[in-house]
């Protein structure tokens, strides 16, 4: 999938995980391409995310 590509994912809070009193977030999607499952996660410290599973990050 390429950077800047619209999608649908489920959205979970990650429990007892927080930045600074910033909440923490998870996301699910699959692949548009081959139907993977890939998991990532909010950075805020980095402002960014972060490839927990299915996915190579940048």
């Given at each position: 999938?390429?950077?800047?590509?619209k999608f649908n994912c489920r959205e979970e809070q990650v429990m007892n995980e927080?930045?600074?009193g910033i909440?923490?977030?998870r996301f699910?999607?699959?692949c548009t391409n081959c139907s993977a499952e890939m998991?990532?996660?909010?950075d805020?410290?980095?402002s960014g995310y972060?490839?927990?599973s299915g996915a190579v990050g940048p």
């Open positions: 999938m390429s950077e800047g590509t927080m930045y600074l909440k923490i977030h699910y999607n699959n998991t990532i996660k909010t805020p410290k980095n972060v490839v927990e």
